[in-house]
DNA sequence: AAGACGAAAGTGGTTGA
DNA sequence: TCAACAACTTTCGTCTT
């Protein structure tokens, strides 16, 4: 039991500096330490349910209304039959033939979304878990899903190719930044692919994006690369320069946290070759070194990182 | 030798006629 | 539907450390 006690208490610490000072951001299911920048824990786990049940008395009475209502079951987790009870035997001839018509009409629709549904909504959570996007996003991705089909978006295109974008949309909607590439990954779907099926789902739904924000990203590139969280929030303060001196729009943003990320380890002495920073934004060095020297000029940081470069001469 | 830098050519996507 | 265009990539040669 100690041992049980012990093991909970370590979770909270951090493993890097041994710190409880940790800030959990649920939306983005990252654990952050506070006082070293480690991304403890991006891999969020469920935390969806929020008692325990011990044996199924216990469950009984804690559980409220039965499953929770999900997107992420194809019918919402709450199935409807039409009249498979005793209700109908209590109809006359006109009501029951309506009846039984209404039945039909249920039967077919739902076997046909249904199929489809099951099979995409498997795939949703295999891809989102591969992942580890928060079930918050998960849930997202599922509703963008079903509305899709219940619009006939997907006939011509792949049931995979729109979970992936389904997936995608709800990401930049929930400010939880994974990449193309990662989503492409995980879902063996090409890049491209899923970049068209994301803008026309969402087109077609009128799903409103927010250009995503390059901070966004910042944390989880600096925790890959190791930088203290002193960097870290340089960089953030880079950027937000970067926003108001117009260098950040029609920009790809990771090339943007990328470049304000390396900028801000050479500040602090934590150098990282751009070739390291590049890969794990998925940006090439060349878009590092063109945002990195607009930052220079634009935003005059010269001065700051004068130590490294002293006797340059145009 | 490895990293940083920059030029040139190629790619995929957006936009506007 | 097509052409112009911007952002980004790939590739490669040169310079710096």
Redesign the pocket.
Known sequence: MTQVMAMAEMLKRCPECGSINLSWNRDKGEIVCKDCGLVIEDKMVDFSQEWREFDSTEADKKRRTGAPMTYTQFDQGLGTEVGQKGDIFRLGGRDRNKFFRLRKWQYRISTAIERNLKLALAELKRVSSSLKLPRSVEEESARIYTLAVQRGLVRGRSMESVVAGALYAACRRHEVPRTLDELSEASQIE???I??TY?FVTRELGITILPSNPADYIARFASALKLAAETQSKSIEILEKAQKAELT????????AAAAL?VSA?MHGE??????V?DVA????????????ELLDKLKLEKDIKKT?????K
Not at 271 to 276: D, F
Not at 309 to 313: C, D, V, W
């Open positions: 890049k491209k692919e970049g068209r803008r729009s029609g920009r790809g943003p990771t090339g943007i390396y050479l150098k990282r070759t751009q070739r390291e590049a998925g940006v090439t060095e060349v878009t590092i070194r063109n945002r990195y020297k470069k002293k006797k340059r001469r």
